[in-house]
């Protein structure tokens, strides 16, 4: 492979389709994964017609299928220079007392247990040529805890602490660690929280402006740019109008 390799996870929708966007204008060969096959199909007209393009679908919870699919990437497409691990979700918001079970599997499995599956499969060829960048995409709700946030909140301080693990393990290694921490990203994120609730999941980005995937993609793009001396470690980003998790300035 000519161009240097981004593999983004959860590239079907949000931030993980502007990131694979963003990566492929940049001249990356692109390997996108999710589980909506036809997702991953039309992402292809979306990147610009001279990148090469390698669709992968799987369930970053099935471990493996993860290493199975990862550990036999075509030969041209195997040493990866970026891995972008943004495949995750909430789901549901409700108080510890009545959470369902189901929601919090859900959560750990995808958010923390996947995120760990794919660098689990990828990391060892990243160490082998010694180079190698990984953006962990964590959250707000890594860095604070909110009312109802409960176990979403700790999927993704469990992503920050590993990511701080990360960079001091693969330290020697001379591998870059990045963390995205967004706040309120405008994606379908707040539909698969609320399970399909469109009235629901709308209010969530009403009066204010919320952030756009695109702007993510922008801090991804500042990081892959920067000379490799040059790690972008921890990133909290945020709409102008939200000061903190739970403190958004909404009109009324
Ligand atoms: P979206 O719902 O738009 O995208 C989620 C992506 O994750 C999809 O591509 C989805 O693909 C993929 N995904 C979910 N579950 C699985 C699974 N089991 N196996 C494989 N892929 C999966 O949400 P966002 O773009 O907003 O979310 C992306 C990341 O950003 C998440 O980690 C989220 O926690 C984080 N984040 C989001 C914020 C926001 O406000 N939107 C703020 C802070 C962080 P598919 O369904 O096709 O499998
Ligand atoms: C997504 C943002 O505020 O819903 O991680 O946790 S928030």
Same mark, same amino acid.
């Given at each position: 492979m000519k161009n240097k390799i981004a593999l983004v996870t959860g &590239? #079907? !929708?949000g931030i993980g389709k502007a990131c694979a966007i963003t990566l492929a204008k940049l001249g990356y060969s692109i390997i996108a994964t999710g589980r909506r096959a036809d997702r991953l199909k039309e992402l292809a007209s979306d990147l610009p017609a001279e990148v090469d393009y390698l669709p992968l679908v799987f369930d970053v919870r099935d471990r493996e299928k993860v290493l199975e699919i990862l550990g036999a990437l075509p030969e041209e497409w195997k040493a990866i220079d970026v891995l972008i691990n943004n495949a995750g979700n909430a789901h549901g918001m409700d108080p510890i007392q009545t959470g369902s079970l189901d929601d919090w599997d859900a959560m750990m499995d995808i958010n923390v247990k996947g995120l760990l599956y794919v660098s689990k499969a990828i990391i060892p060829g990243m160490t082998e040529r010694k180079s190698g960048m990984i953006i962990n995409i964590g959250s707000i709700a890594g860095k604070e805890v909110y009312p109802n946030g409960n176990v979403y909140c700790g999927s993704k301080h469990a992503v920050d602490a590993i990511t701080k693990g990360m960079r001091i393990d693969l330290n020697p290694f001379g591998l870059r660690v990045v963390a995205i921490h967004p706040g309120l990203?405008?994606?379908e994120f707040s539909l698969v929280r609320f399970k399909g609730d469109e009235k629901r999941s709308e209010s969530v980005y009403q009066g204010f402006e919320p952030l756009l995937a695109e702007d993510i993609a922008d801090i991804v793009e500042f990081a892959v740019t920067?000379? !490799?001396?040059v790690t972008i470690a921890d990133v909290v980003v945020l709409p #102008? &109008?939200? &000061? !903190? &998790? #739970?403190i958004v300035n909404k009109v009324k």
């Open positions: &590239a #079907t !929708s990203v405008e994606t920067r000379p !490799s001396h #102008t &109008a939200q &000061a !903190s &998790a #739970t």
